[in-house]
Nanobody, 121 residues
Framework: VQLQASGGGVVQAGGSLRLSCAAS????????IGWFRRHPGKEREFVAA????????VYADSVKGRFTISRDDAQNTAYLQMNSLKPEDTGVYYC???????????????WGKGTLVTVSS
């Protein structure tokens, strides 16, 4: 199973980025996908997750109303649309796959390498 996160970059505060999480070697539509991030010098934290059947999604309070998680099962890809970015959104973003929607990283079975997002003030 491989997950590949991409789409990171450098953006000014108030700008937008869309991250992608491409999956292979897994029945993608049977897995819920979550996004986590790690700020410099801190532990990885939950950002957003979407259920395998697109029935539900959940967000961290810090990103509600600014970030939107979605998925395209035909493309085996999940997305994280990030708008109104703030400097505190800076970090390495990771995607993970799990059976049930989860906000705890220990509940995820598979992880991809991260993609760096830098938001300048």
């Amino acid at each position: 199973v491989q997950l590949q996160a991409s789409g990171g970059g450098v953006v000014q505060a108030g700008g937008s980025l869309r991250l992608s999480c491409a999956a292979s070697g897994v029945t993608f539509n049977r897995y819920s996908i979550g996004w986590f991030r790690r700020h410099p010098g801190k532990e990885r934290e939950f950002v957003a997750a979407i259920a395998w059947n697109e029935g539900s999604s959940v967000y961290a309070d810090s990103v509600k109303g600014r970030f939107t998680i979605s998925r395209d099962d035909a493309q085996n890809t999940a997305y994280l649309q990030m708008n109104s970015l703030k400097p505190e959104d800076t970090g390495v973003y990771y995607c993970g796959a799990t059976i049930s929607v989860a906000t705890w990283e220990n509940e995820y079975d598979y992880w991809g390498k991260g993609t760096l997002v830098t938001v300048s003030s």
